[in-house]
Nanobody, 120 residues
Framework: QVQLVESGGGLVQAGDSLRLSCAASGRCFSSYAMGWFRQAPGKGREFVAAITRSGGGTDYADSVKCRFTISRDNAKNTGYLQMNSLKPDDTAVYYC?????????????WGKGTQVTVSS
């Protein structure tokens, strides 16, 4: 079992930056790839970014490429999503997830999410 808790969300203006954190507890964090997903009101959950267990490989949705950066610190059991140049379309609940495999869809463990609201 892995428990995930997101933090760092909030209300910002377009063009601002935010850094989300995902604190993991339970089984060895470095045994799991990590992903970030988001769900906007009235829409399905969508893939945002993912990172391998070691942090050596990353993957991004086209909509956030070059604006968002995913990273992790296995010594601190924490993952991060640095979000720059935020747009109103980035408004959503952001979830972190963990799974042995890095991919864009199914993940075994999920956090409860943190709200990000970007005003124009």
């Amino acid at each position: 079992q892995v428990q995930l808790v997101e933090s760092g969300g909030g209300l910002v203006q377009a063009g601002d930056s935010l850094r989300l954190s995902c604190a993991a507890s339970g089984r060895c964090f470095s045994s799991y790839a990590m992903g970030w997903f988001r769900q906007a009101p009235g829409k399905g959950r969508e893939f945002v970014a993912a990172i391998t267990r070691s942090g050596g490989g990353t993957d991004y949705a086209d909509s956030v490429k070059c604006r968002f950066t995913i990273s992790r610190d296995n010594a601190k059991n924490t993952g991060y999503l640095q979000m720059n140049s935020l747009k109103p379309d980035d408004t959503a609940v952001y979830y972190c997830a963990a799974d042995p495999l890095m991919r864009r869809y199914y993940y075994t463990y999920w956090g409860k999410g943190t709200q990000v609201t970007v005003s124009s």
